[in-house]
């Protein structure tokens, strides 16, 4: 049973342990996966897609696995039914056949991996099909050359087909390739970074998706003009993107797609394919494996050995409409490192760990700032809020929350009516004196300064909040102008731990729990705050399933001008530093640490 603990035996810290670690899951999924069918079930829940195309996407999503561990010229034994799928799955003639596919289809997804197998292995590949198996291969794949398709990380797909076309000698479309790229260069931001598309976030998907394709495209693709460019924007990407990893191998949890769980490392995976010139093969594998590791504790697979649907544990109430049960093995893509054979200089290399990394590094481009505390142990994200379009389930939790941690996760709305539902953690919640709670959501204005992030938001017409949120050492603070019309119940959040009992200790809740301590505290300069906690339901957090608790800050507000301030603090150890203090007019704000002296001063 795949994450039990026979496989947290395996120390991976080779390339046989990661062989013998895919290879664990390639045979789990093997025994769901009847031979001479061209699609498997992994589960009975379901997408927005058909289940037929679910059972596919679940085949070709361990293909990320499979051709990278063919392409080094490791022993496959799972291989041939993937093989025969391909045959049938392609045919026409048959009535395995994938089929037809329309605008926005999910099946134009999973062709990137078939694009992935052509790049990696080219004639290796069509040599195991006859002449006629490799025409219906190319038919059906070319759907995509000018498909109909989400302007996002979507584009990325039918380049890769293109290039799997290219290196298995097959008729490729240049003009497809061209046109792509021109689509996604409308959104690069600069500095390295994209958007999902126009006006879209900056999430995952510009390390798993943008960067990780660029790269493989930059490496195999012949096209040395582009694959400059790519490679540069991976390098600026590469020096912030390390700040998403903490020292014990965690990422933060932020934005939609968490179910793909250690594909938040598979950018990593292509730096090594590509041999990309940032940081040492030694710092990359270190992230890499201790990523995995850090995946090998977790309860995420099922009694069968099969990926569940969730993050650090099953959990369906966080997923998207679009993650069928075949959709977590997406994770394989950062299995690309297998393509690397055991003398290349990333598996001859020494794990090293992170390098050493300011205590607050600013992305400008992502309105994020990331603080690494604790020699990186822990990392938080200050997020300056971003609007996911689509609107998914639970996106302003993924989304707009104020602070994001690679220990403590965060929480998912169970319910708008009452604080226990609400996901109130890293969060100012409203109501207008009838318990269902607003946050920010849509922001009007953001603007990210070296010292803090600000945004500008409406959570009713007539309210209008203007947010301040500020690094300072191990802890942040949250610095809120409101004008409301009306009247508002108040409820602002810490992080969230694992269920336990709060201490009140002047202005602030101090959370001591199995999982880290969570502090709150209050340092509003005209309204006192009344310091609380509350217990969510469970599976409420991302990060573990039991009841979670929350440290609050609770007041009611009446109509007019108020400000509104905390100093909020978490960790896997005892509050060591001293809270902060705060002086604020109306003009500028001035943050003090007592115990250091250190200060901290900003127009407001």
């Known amino acids: 049973m795949w994450a039990a603990n026979k496989e947290k035996s395996n120390p991976l810290s080779s390339r046989q342990d990661v062989v013998a670690y895919l290879n664990e899951m390639l045979g789990a999924l093997d025994n769901q996966f009847p031979a001479d069918s061209a699609r498997f079930s992994l589960g009975e829940t379901c997408a927005h897609y058909a289940t037929d195309i679910a059972q596919m996407e679940g085949l070709s999503r361990a293909l990320w696995g499979l051709f990278p561990l063919m392409a080094g010229g490791d022993a496959t034994p799972f291989?041939?039914?993937?093989?025969?799928?391909?045959?049938?799955?392609?045919?026409?003639?048959?009535?395995?056949?994938?089929?037809?596919?329309?605008?926005?289809?999910?099946?134009?997804?999973?062709?990137?991996?078939?694009g992935l197998g052509l790049s990696l292995l080219g004639g290796k590949l069509t040599d195991l099909f006859s002449g006629r198996e490799v025409m219906n291969l190319h038919a059906w794949l070319n759907q995509i050359t000018d498909a109909q398709m989400p302007d996002s990380n979507w584009n990325y797909f039918a380049i890769m087909v293109q290039l799997g076309f290219k290196r298995a000698g097959l008729p490729y479309d240049q003009r497809a390739i061209d046109h792509r790229f021109a689509l996604m260069d409308a959104y690069y931001l600069g500095d390295g970074w994209y958007s999902d598309g126009p006006g879209?976030?900056?999430?995952?998907?510009?390390?798993?998706?943008?960067?990780?394709?660029?790269?493989?495209?930059?490496?195999?693709?012949?096209?040395?003009?582009r694959a400059e460019t790519l490679r540069e924007r991976s390098r600026l990407f590469a020096q912030d993107f390390i700040y998403w990893s903490a020292?014990?191998?965690?990422?933060?949890?932020f934005g939609r797609s968490l179910t793909y769980r250690f594909a938040m490392v598979a950018f990593w995976s292509a730096v090594a394919f590509s041999g990309l010139d940032v940081f040492t093969p030694g710092i990359v594998k270190g992230i890499?494996?201790?990523?995995?590791?850090?995946?090998?504790?977790?309860?995420?697979?099922?009694?069968?050995?099969?990926?569940t649907l969730g993050f650090a544990y099953p959990n369906l109430a966080m997923c998207e409409d679009y993650n069928s049960p075949g959709s977590p093995y997406w994770a394989l893509k950062t299995y690309l490192i297998l393509a690397l054979p055991e003398t290349h200089?990333?598996?001859?290399?020494?794990?090293?760990?992170?390098?050493?990394?300011?205590?607050?590094?600013?992305?400008?481009?992502?309105?994020?700032?990331?603080?690494?505390?604790?020699?990186?142990?822990?990392?938080?994200?200050l997020a300056a809020g971003q609007l996911e379009l689509n609107n998914y389930v639970n996106t302003d939790a993924k989304y707009t929350k104020f602070a994001y941690s690679s220990r403590f996760g965060?929480?998912?709305?169970?319910?708008?009516?009452?604080?226990?539902?609400?996901?109130?953690?890293?969060?100012?919640?409203?109501?207008?004196?009838?318990d269902y709670y607003r946050g920010r959501r849509a922001c009007e204005e953001v603007r990210v300064d070296e010292h803090y992030l600000y945004s500008r938001w409406s959570p009713w017409h007539d309210v209008h909040i203007e947010t301040w949120q500020v690094a300072f050492g191990e802890w942040h603070l949250r610095l809120h102008r409101i004008n409301s019309a009306r009247g508002?119940?108040?409820?602002?959040?810490?992080?969230?731990?694992?269920?336990?009992?709060?201490?009140?200790?002047?202005?602030?809740?101090?959370?001591?729990?199995?999982?880290?301590?969570?502090?709150?505290?209050?340092?509003?300069?005209?309204?006192?705050?009344?310091?609380?906690?509350?217990?969510?339901?469970?599976?409420?957090?991302?990060?573990?399933?039991?009841?979670?608790?929350?440290?609050?800050?609770?007041?009611?507000?009446?109509?007019?001008?108020?400000?509104?301030?905390?100093a909020v603090f978490a960790g896997d150890k005892p509050l060591r530093a001293a809270v902060p203090q705060l002086?604020?007019?109306?003009?500028?704000?001035?943050?003090?640490?007592?115990?250091?002296?250190?200060?901290?001063?900003?127009?407001l």
């Open 79 to 114: 291989s041939d039914k993937y093989i025969t799928a391909i045959r049938l799955g392609t045919d026409p003639q048959r009535p395995e056949y994938w089929g037809e596919t329309g605008p926005y289809d999910q099946r134009l997804v999973e062709m990137a991996a078939y």
């Open 200 to 225: 879209r976030p900056k999430d995952y998907y510009i390390s798993m998706a943008f960067h990780f394709y660029g790269l493989i495209y930059a490496t195999l693709s012949g096209d040395e003009a």
């Open 345 to 381: 200089p990333f598996w001859q290399a020494d794990e090293q760990p992170l390098p050493a990394l300011a205590e607050k590094h600013v992305i400008s481009q992502a309105g994020q700032i990331l603080i690494h505390a604790d020699s990186s142990r822990h990392v938080t994200m």
């Open 247 to 253: 020292a014990d191998g965690a990422s933060v949890p």
């Open 488 to 566: 508002l119940q108040t409820a602002e959040g810490g992080f969230a731990v694992m269920k336990t009992e709060h201490q009140i200790r002047e202005r602030g809740c101090y959370l001591a729990a199995r999982n880290g301590t969570s502090v709150i505290v209050d340092l509003s300069p005209d309204v006192t705050r009344l310091p609380d906690s509350i217990v969510t339901p469970p599976n409420s957090s991302i990060m573990f399933a039991e009841c979670a608790a929350i440290p609050l800050l609770k007041t009611d507000l009446p109509p007019g001008e108020r400000w509104l301030c905390c």
């Open 583 to 603: 002086t604020l007019t109306h003009h500028q704000a001035a943050i003090r640490d007592p115990e250091s002296e250190r200060q901290l001063s900003f127009a």
């Open 288 to 307: 890499i494996l201790r990523h995995l590791r850090w995946w090998q504790q977790r309860p995420i697979a099922d009694r069968d050995g099969i990926l």
């Open 410 to 434: 965060f929480t998912i709305e169970r319910g708008r009516f009452g604080l226990k539902h609400a996901a109130c953690d890293s969060m100012l919640l409203l109501a207008d004196g009838d």
